[in-house]
């Protein structure tokens, strides 16, 4: 999917430039990163990637759950992308509902936090509709230019208080020590 293209050639939504080159450089990419986070994988710093599916047989893109100190910190990072064709459908939004209740519901999460463009106004909205409130900016290096990131923060309680659709998630009983040990 990541092949295909996940944003218009003029846009820029990610800091780091793993959308710039061509198809098979992107797809390289994305499978690299998710062999990387699973081979580096430990009870404290994880990132466990979640493909995302339109239907049984059709991956549309992924949401990630990243978590340093998991064991005491208790936050993820939520970071996502979706192919280009399957934008402004709700399967973000979707999506970031699963993984946020694998994290908070069955993983013991306390918080999580999204880092976005200003301008990135699908991710914001996604965040926003989740009831993520503003944290604090981020300010970093991309090429020889400074970018702002709003950086996003939702609670367990403001999670618990949402109405959000009912999630089922299963075997996370069997993998719990992947995650807190």
Sequence with gaps: MAAAGIHKPEERPFLTPWTEGGPDERARIVLQGHWDDLASWTPDDWAL????????????????????????????????????????????????????????????????????FPDNHASQGVSRRLGYQPDRIMRDARDDEVLVSDRLRLTAARWAEASHPSVTVEGVDQARRMFIG
């Design 49 to 116: 990637g979640l493909a995302i599916f339109a239907s049984k047989d059709d991956p549309i893109g992924m949401v990630t759950l990243v978590a340093r100190d998991f064991r005491i910190v208790r936050e993820v990072i939520t970071r996502s992308w979706l192919g280009l064709a399957h934008h402004g459908q709700g399967f973000g939004t979707e999506a970031r509902i699963g993984a946020l209740a694998l994290a908070f519901d069955h993983l013991g999460a306390t918080d999580a936090t999204s880092t976005v």
